[in-house]
Nanobody, 122 residues
Framework: VQLQASGGGLVQTGGSLRPSCAAS????????VGWFRQAPGKEREFVAA????????NYANSVKSRFTISRDNAQNMVYLQMNSLTPEDTAIYYC????????????????WGQGTQVTVSS
């Protein structure tokens, strides 16, 4: 599976963005797709994940109730709706895939593509 994130941008505090993750290659049915982010000087961290087979989702506590991960089965796309953004959400956002559900550490995921920059101004 190859995954590529796009759709970041610049937004003011309190605004919204919806980056996309395009999947190609083998079927996603057995995969989990995760969103991660990395801010300057910080480690890459888990944001949200979706289990393709069941639609089950999981979120980091820092984004729960503000972010929503969703999918488009027909288009093999995964979206991250981000609302109520703050400057602390500024980072490069990546999507990646994992054959394992339940372990959301970055080192478990593979097929990392280039990320998309999200910048939230104060």
């Amino acid at each position: 599976v190859q995954l590529q994130a796009s759709g970041g941008g610049l937004v003011q505090t309190g605004g919204s963005l919806r980056p996309s993750c395009a999947a190609s290659g083998r079927a996603l049915l057995g995969y989990a797709v995760g969103w991660f982010r990395q801010a300057p000087g910080k480690e890459r961290e888990f944001v949200a994940a979706l289990r393709w087979r069941t639609g089950t989702t999981n979120y980091a506590n820092s984004v729960k109730s503000r972010f929503t991960i969703s999918r488009d089965n027909a288009q093999n796309m995964v979206y991250l709706q981000m609302n109520s953004l703050t400057p602390e959400d500024t980072a490069i956002y990546y999507c990646a895939g994992s054959p394992v559900w339940g372990n959301f550490r970055p080192e478990v995921f593979r097929s990392w593509g280039q990320g998309t920059q999200v910048t939230v101004s104060s």
